[in-house]
């Protein structure tokens, strides 16, 4: 993702750009005054290198002079993007990780020119003591952004209240509630840019008035891309809905009479006795793999919050809308929101609630865990689950991130259990460097599709949504109420 990891906007000047700009000012007309200022960046900038230098060497006495005396810039990053963090995260030196954090202002998400963050670097070294101080320092950033926004948003709802008595309520379908640079739920939209733009990866409101295309790729994996030839929702995510169904499901059954799933359909089929209700609600239906899944349980109630067209035109011709329990909920899960405020939609008591959208950020998915106390059905059984690939394009940010977000279902009373589910291909065919090409965005470099008359752009070069060498496996959240 971006300089500051995925999302993390974080814009500063690269030491190249600190550079150009002394350049720029020393060719300015007012010769004396740039010439100070050339020179004082020039200066700034040596400082910074030599702290990196001085980190790699070890050189304790110069490291803490250069950041505690001389207020070294710990935040310049070289040629190759290292920052001074980068380089104590080589060397293994938790001194100087939490020096250059504590009195210095190192930022812990920058990422260097090969997008690894310096805990990706503390972790592949091995340097157990160095990462764990800088997953401390990114959880504890985190947390105070989502502090931060939350205070934003409610001063900004309060200036939409005073507006509202007198103006009429507009729509915010699809729009973002606060407009925040945090992480993106799934990771296609990395342009390494550090900016936001009105993409239809990152912006919601894009991503829903766009086309979408449903096709398959160079592996016969059915795939939906966006109208930028992002991957919405890949074939091969299979293994990840699979053992999502199963883990959100079979408490439900297992509370059921003590029965598998199996035994109990059968029983009350041969019988013909109403079956107890099993209610899921599944959010971002996709390619619909994971409301498949949901349907070999034969819930009662069936419940699809989907509201892109082209996305709602495919599952009505593959059937959706006559399976047995389904029922799509036309809009957003805000718009549902509302509605379930208004009394316009019902509170049912959800055993299973699944949660996977796009072109959404981590304060979307931070919104939606603070319904969840009333969504779920008060049963022990109850499970909530959602698609976990915040910050999986490097193995700091996707364990800040799940440190995030079990702390914030914590707040709202759900425990979090862990599963692991293995992305490197071997479930679904091939392994190894096939498996982690697959987990790239659209698997379709350099391709351009055409189909059901909408014409996508080429891939200009592969995004990686998932980091499968640095990540590592997938992590499948189990949340439930707390006791
Ligand atoms: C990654 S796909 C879901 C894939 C699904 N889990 C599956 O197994 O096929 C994301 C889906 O979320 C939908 N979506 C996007 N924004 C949404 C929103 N604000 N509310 C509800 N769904 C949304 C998209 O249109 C898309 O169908």
Redesign the pocket.
Known sequence: MPPAGPGFQVSLPTSNAFAALASHNSSSTDLTSTTVAAAALDERLALALRLVDAVLEHDDHLVRTLIEQERADCWVQDQQGWTALHAAAYTGNVDHVNLLLRKGNAVWALTDNLGCTAGDIAFSMNHGEAYEALLGEGVRAEMLRAVLEATQQSASEDGEAAEDSTEPVASTS?TRPDQGDDVSM?EANDDGSGAVPLSTASD?AT??SSRLVFTHDAAGQPV?LDAEGNG??MGW?RPI?ARTVERCCEPAWADRKGRTWDELVKEEDDEGNDREPLRVM??????????TFLQEYSPTSHLI????PD?LAFAREKGWYDKPGVRFYEG???QFFKDLESGKEEYLGWDVV?F?????HYSDLHAFFGALPDLLSISDSARFSF?HGLGATSRLLYDVYTTVSELHLREIGLETEWDQVDVSGTAGGKGGADAVERWSSTGLKGARTKAEGVEMPAAEEEKKYWREDMVGQYRLPVCRLGM
């Open positions: 699809g799934r919601n991503f829903l939906a919405v929702m995510e809905m599944n959010v971002g239906f996709g390619l619909g793999i994971i409301d919050i989907e509201p892109h996305v957003t899960w805000k699944y996977d959208t796009y072109s959404e698609f």
